[in-house]
């Protein structure tokens, strides 16, 4: 995503750039097991509102942080919220997202495992996954950090897979645990998804399947290929508070109301 003026060539903020990293609210969206139903992990997700309170997108803001190195101070605040979500909710397991541009730096890398040596009960109910749209410039810390964080029991996701700058590379160097395909609501799978699937499997990680907004969705998609399931269909991304009065909601039970002897 391109944000230089075709006449001046210098660098044009985009419509949203008055949106601070202050400004950044956080909501989660669950990842279901394709045959418990159980919730592997909450991902959070960024949200952005401007300086009077208006909703921006997502992914425009993300870009233009990665333009800018935003992404970094970013990154390292999600990692926190992360962290106090895990601190308060004992029995919830959450991903956090991280770019390309984070991972690239040794000083961000540094101090994200500060934070996670400071907090190490929560490490193994964290999973970090590692966005497509920028691309890692350095391998070596890439491979340092995933490696610091598999020691400490953290589990790595590799997201949307083969889209960006996502690749094979992304398996060899970060040894996910976890790898994340995204497919189209309402088309079938094509032979290119398929085959990124397959490959998924031969690195022996977890195959989630984003994109699941019906039944249907569900049935299109191979279920020897998939472990886990992700979209509108099983929960759209919703506030911590939503999630934690769900799990806390007595179950339902039908009391017959006939006469016993």
Not at 158 to 163: L, N, P, R, W
Not at 190 to 197: F, P, S, Y
Not at 220 to 238: I, M, R, S, W
Request: charged share 25%; aromatic share 10%.
């Amino acid at each position: 995503m391109s944000y230089y003026s075709g006449i001046s060539g210098r660098k044009n903020p985009p419509v949203a750039s008055d949106v601070k990293i202050e400004n950044v609210d956080f909501v989660y969206q669950p990842i279901i097991c394709k045959r418990t139903k159980e919730i592997l992990y909450y991902e959070q997700l960024s949200r952005f509102r401007n300086t009077i309170g208006r909703l921006r997108n997502t992914q425009t803001i993300i870009a233009w942080f990665e333009v800018t190195g935003e992404i970094l101070d970013l990154d390292v605040r999600s990692f926190e919220a992360a962290i106090a979500t895990l601190s308060r909710c004992d029995d919830f397991n959450v991903g956090v997202n991280i770019s390309g541009a984070t991972l690239s730096s040794k000083d961000a890398c540094d101090k994200i495992v500060n934070l996670l040596m400071n907090a190490p009960h929560i490490c193994p109910r964290l999973y970090v996954e590692v966005t497509e749209t920028h691309s890692i410039s350095n391998m070596l810390f890439a491979a340092e950090f995933a490696a610091a964080l598999d020691g400490m029991g953290v589990q790595m996701v590799v997201d949307d897979f083969g889209e960006g700058n996502s690749t094979a590379l992304y398996l060899s160097v970060l040894i996910p645990a976890v790898v994340k395909l995204r497919m189209t609501s309402g088309k079938r799978p094509d032979t290119d998804l398929l085959e990124k699937a397959s490959l998924a499997r031969t690195y022996g990680a977890a195959l989630v399947v984003e994109g699941i907004e019906s039944a249907e969705d569900i049935l299109a998609f191979p279920k020897a290929l998939v472990d886990f399931y992700q979209g509108y269909y099983y929960g759209e991304p919703e506030p911590l508070d939503h999630w934690i009065k769900r799990a806390r909601r007595p179950e339902l039970r039908l009391v017959s109301s006939a006469n016993t002897v």
